[in-house]
């Protein structure tokens, strides 16, 4: 069984040794993704703008294995301040909403003070296998 390395571009990936996403099987990992845009290498300073630049990042990361956001299984958040939990809820529903996955929260420390959410997510391939 192939293992497939996907890479979002990022230089911590190189410098630390991981990758945004690996596929193995019919599963896909992704790292946890912060908010950070890599287009333009800037992270917001709104939590609400951070977290769906971290789903577009998980997404694009997924497309590229050839699953979506609806495949996601697990998902696990991890917020640093517990008042920038609640208003996420509309981003996470918009982008999981169909997906409703298992999911985790855990408040904890980032590694900058700029990122307040950092999302990892673990979907199944589509078509692949049953229940």
């Not at 990992?29 to 977290?51: F, H, K, L, N, P």
Request: contains cysteine; charged residues 25%; glycine residues 8%.
């Amino acid at each position: 069984m192939a293992r497939i390395h996907i890479s979002s571009g990022s230089r911590f990936e190189e410098e630390i040794g991981y990758s945004r996403a690996v596929v193995y099987g019919d599963h896909v990992w992704v790292s946890g993704t912060t908010g950070y845009d890599y287009a333009r290498m800037t992270i917001e300073d709104d939590v609400v703008a951070q977290a769906d630049q971290a789903f577009r990042n998980i997404a694009a990361a997924l497309a590229e294995a050839g699953a979506s956001l609806d495949d996601v299984v697990r998902v696990l958040f991890i917020v640093p301040r517990r008042e920038d939990w609640e208003p996420c809820w509309p981003v996470v529903k918009r982008h999981l909403g169909k997906a409703r996955p298992a999911s985790t929260l855990i408040h904890a420390g980032l590694q900058t003070d700029a990122m307040r959410i950092e999302i990892e997510v673990t979907a199944r391939l589509p078509g692949k296998g049953s229940i």
